[in-house]
């Protein structure tokens, strides 16, 4: 009787699979230390701002007003459109930097000289602050807000362009002269073995462009636009919500971080390496 | 079914001023005979195969595949090399199946298609895996799978064993000619291995270097399957190798020997 009792309570156990459990809970282990040192010192900050009295018109920066803040942004729905409108921002924007990226890429890798011919103008280019593009974006384009997506296209085609050559590179001679004897034709080619092979540099270019976007897309909201994560900010500086700042700081984070991981899996996805 | 493919008066030289890689070439190879190449490295050997395969266009002279002078590749006169060279974000099968694919057929028809060709070849557990898991011998036969699959009427060799294990080198030297007799497939296989050309040629040209030419031939007319350890496959590798010896153009050839290396690889 008893020994039954211990089959079933061990087969209870393996039910809710334990080993799973621990391992994801030793997975978060670190980020959850991390996150706690930074809340930690995000608190210590707040004390300070609090304690002196030339700062005290700011201690709204500290951690539980702007958690409090950041509650009644996402309960009243306010949060919605500034991220829906940065995100869209994003969109086109990454979608004109892969369109404009990737078939540039490819030509300059698959030529070589064009390649020795774009690398220095190119390598001048990306150095150059997309923000820096602001007047001429300003007085080339009607509105603000294809402004500020003409900047994010700048910030984002260097680093596709560059990873997609590299990737074109790489590619193994051999896989070209195989696919040319089998018969394959140039857009055959194209599909079935360029795009495939530099897949992996492609997206890693990609998440680079999307991190670079992202950092570029606040101030660029700053300027004339009346909507996004930059415009929020703007706007609870100057109505001096600080504990509102905070929390659209938090979102923009949370928001980057998710991009992130998202290009992430995509490289993972789309990785043929054997590790 | 097999093609006759003729190579006439081909010479070529990779830039205006080097020495001619290869001098008055001039043979002609029948439909459904086996015919090895061997040579000294340098001899231009793999670019004389490159030339069949349509990979590369020699400068004087021209090859012809059943009286059709040939100016591009094509999956009807195919090509296997030294690396298996397969795709690693593909699997075995679709690996197998990509010449059909280019040839037009969707990834499904390709695919079913290419069945029976990898069960034939032994990779009937393995369709599905990444080629990346697979030993050197396995990615080899994926690799012949994918050159069968288009039915080529030439299967062209360019050392393709050469880094194989023995056992796995033996059993393809075998296997290939076996199929090829079987489908009428026309085969030229490169190698500079001796027992390989006895092994799997009913004729072997023997090519001189500086500048690559066709100075011997000699008929292989052993059964099959051919035994290594048997009379007749040592008395052939013998005079194979006597020949050979003859063709051997001594100090000279050698000296020269690393400049000719450098334009093949810059093929």
Sequence with gaps: MSAGTTTSTSSAVSLFAPTKLVRLLSNLQYPAMGI?????????????????????????????PAFQALYDLVTSGEIWAPITSSLYRILVGMTWGIAIGVPVGVTIGYIGVALKVANVPFQFLRMISPLAWMPI???????????IIFLLVMATVWPIIFSTAHGVRRIDPNWFKVARNLGASGPQMLRRIILPAIM??????????????????????????TSGLGYAINDARDTLSYDYLAAVVLVIGIIGYGLDSVCNLLIKRFNWHVE | MGASLSIDYVTHQF????????????????????????GRSGCGK??????????LIPSQGCIRINSRQISKPSAKWNMMFQKASLYPWMSVKENAALGLMFAGLSKAE???????????????????????????????????????ATDPDILLLDEPFSALDAFTRTALQEEVPAICRERGITMIIVTHDIDE???????????????????????????????????????????????????DNGLQGRQQHTATDQSESAA
């Design chain 2, 197 to 247: 050309a006895v092994a799997m040629a009913d004729r072997v040209l023997i090519m001189s270097q500086n500048p690559g030419r066709i100075v011997e031939e000699l008929e292989v007319d052993l059964p099959w399957p051919r035994r290594h350890m048997d009379n007749g496959f040592q008395t052939r590798r013998e005079e194979l190798m006597n020949r050979f010896k003859g063709t």
């Design chain 2, 15 to 38: 830039s205006p001023s080097a020495a001619p890689t290869l001098k008055d070439i001039d043979t002609r190879i029948e439909p459904g005979e086996m015919v090895a190449l061997i």
């Design chain 2, 46 to 55: 793999s670019t004389l195969l490159h030339m069949m395969a349509g990979l």
């Design chain 1, 36 to 64: 706690t040192g930074l809340l930690f010192l995000w608190w210590i900050g707040g004390l300070l701002i609090q304690n002196n009295e030339n700062l005290s018109a700011f201690s709204a920066f500290a951690p539980a």
């Design chain 2, 110 to 148: 390709a695919v079913e298609k290419v069945d029976p060709l990898l069960d034939m070849l032994g990779l009937h557990d393995k369709k599905d895996v990444n080629v990346q898991s697979l030993s050197g011998g396995q990615q080899q036969r994926v690799a012949l799978a994918r050159s069968l």
């Design chain 1, 200 to 225: 992996t540099d492609v997206m890693a270019g990609i998440r680079l462009a999307v991190g670079v976007a992202w950092v570029v897309l606040v101030p660029a909201e700053y300027l004339g636009v």
């Design chain 1, 137 to 147: 974006a300003v007085m080339a384009f009607e509105t603000w807000d294809s402004a």
